[in-house]
């Protein structure tokens, strides 16, 4: 069977490496500002917020919403 995902744009991009870009591109504070949540605003790490994102999909949902937006444009 075929793994490939035609049509996903996310498909083999890690939710570290969309973090780490988006930190990247925006820093912490701009980050915490567009997405307002905890760990993007007290005391943010990579650490910390992939294990807030990886158990809280509308939240994971947020930050791949915003890197494909930052991709897009």
């Known amino acids: 069977m075929s793994d490939q995902q035609p049509g996903n744009p996310l498909h083999g991009i890690t939710l570290e490496r969309i973090l780490e870009e ?30 807030f994102l990886r158990k809280t999909d509308w939240a994971r949902k947020q930050v791949e919403e915003l890197y494909l937006t930052k991709k897009a444009g």
């Not at 930190?23 to 943010?44: H, M, S, T």
Request: aromatic share 10%; glycine share 6%.
């Open 22 to 51: 988006l930190v990247a591109d925006y820093g912490w504070d701009e980050l915490g500002r567009l997405i307002d949540i905890r760990c993007f605003n007290n005391d943010p790490s990579i650490k910390s917020s992939l294990k």
